[in-house]
């Protein structure tokens, strides 16, 4: 059964956006981006929210660039076969290799779960990944954690009053001083 893993960078106080809306903090250096490549070539499908889509829309289009080096032409690539479900209440359509999802998160995740194939699924958003977790769907937790305390915005962990232990499976540290955890969850 593809397991349902959720990776983000976050602040060492536990955002993925600070409060005045940026995340320019996790601007990754070319380790951590090549790390970040290796777990998007990994994944079988994406799941996104509404406001991650739209930012990842970048890459859609990203190797029509003709300054960009290999490695970020290689992620737009990789990132453009990937086929992603886009949960969202506001848009009708999506662009690349995008669907609307047409269930709900646990349907779809249910649905893919059973799907023969390839690579994981991957949960990007800390809405939706709030909903997935509140739900028991999350199989795995790897954030990438940046040295930088931003005092609050959007939380990378889903703010409810259940309890889940976790066993640490890697850590990694980069030389930029961002470290990488990966921690399943125990069932």
């Keep these: ?11 060492l106080d536990g955002y993925i956006v600070g409060p005045d809306g940026r995340f320019d903090w996790t601007a990754p250096d070319e380790e951590v981006f090549r790390f970040a490549t290796d777990e998007v070539r990994r994944a079988g499908v994406h799941l996104l929210g509404r406001r991650l889509y739209e930012t990842m829309l970048y890459w859609e289009t990203a190797d029509q660039d003709p300054s960009l080096d290999v490695s970020t032409l290689e ?6 076969r990937l086929p992603k479900v886009v949960f969202s209440t ?4 999506v662009r690349g290799n995008a669907r609307l999802a047409a269930g709900s998160l646990a ?7 059973a799907e023969p194939g390839e690579g994981g699924i991957a949960i990007g958003g800390a809405t939706l990944a709030a909903e997935a977790a509140a739900w028991g769907l999350i199989d795995e ?6 040295p930088v305390l931003v005092g609050g915005g959007i939380p990378f962990f ?5 309890r889940v ?4 499976v890697e850590t990694r540290t980069f030389t930029s001083r961002v ?3 990966r921690y399943r969850v125990a069932r």
């Design 1 to 11: 059964m593809r397991s349902v893993t959720y990776s983000m960078g976050v602040s």
């Design 75 to 80: 992620f737009a690539a990789i990132w453009r």
């Design 90 to 93: 506001t848009l009708s359509a």
């Design 107 to 113: 349907e779809e995740i249910e649905r893919l779960r």
């Design 141 to 146: 937790y790897r954030p990438r954690v940046y």
């Design 158 to 162: 889903p703010r409810h009053e259940r």
């Design 165 to 168: 232990d976790l066993e640490l």
């Design 179 to 181: 470290v990488h955890l």
